[in-house]
């Protein structure tokens, strides 16, 4: 049974730091591609970004670009996002997901497997 499991969030200040963890099991970690998704209330579920199976390639949407960093260790089946400079807006349920290696991690509907998610609130 696959299961991916969210940790790291919490209630910081804007311009604060948070570093998001994602531990997988029940998949070969190695050959997936791993992102990052986030849920306002009220608002559809975003992509945030996204790593390759290798970790040599790496997507981010434009409004975290330069704040938000994805990395993984395959050692360790676990990917992290450290996010700097955080503002209010990103506040949300942050969610990892897994998908075979392929294309357009952007997407949703690429990812197999789903986190339960971990909430993010900045404060202003």
């Known amino acids: 049974q696959v299961q991916l499991v969210e940790s790291g969030g919490g209630l910081v200040q804007a311009g604060g730091s948070l570093r998001l963890s994602c531990a997988a099991s029940?998949?070969?970690?190695?050959?997936?591609?791993m992102g990052w998704f986030r849920q306002a209330p009220g608002k559809e579920r975003e992509f945030v970004a996204a790593i390759t199976w290798s970790g040599i390639s790496t997507f981010y949407t434009d409004s975290v670009k330069g704040r938000f960093t994805i990395s993984r260790d395959n050692a360790k089946n676990t990917v992290y996002l450290q996010m700097n400079t955080l503002k209010p807006e990103d506040s949300a349920v942050y969610s990892c997901?897994?998908?075979?290696?392929?294309?357009?991690?952007?997407?949703?509907?690429?990812?197999?497997?789903w986190g339960q998610g971990t909430q993010v609130t900045v404060s202003s």
């Open positions: 029940g998949l070969t970690f190695s050959a997936y591609d």
């Open positions: 997901a897994a998908a075979a290696a392929g294309y357009g991690l952007t997407a949703r509907a690429r990812y197999d497997y």
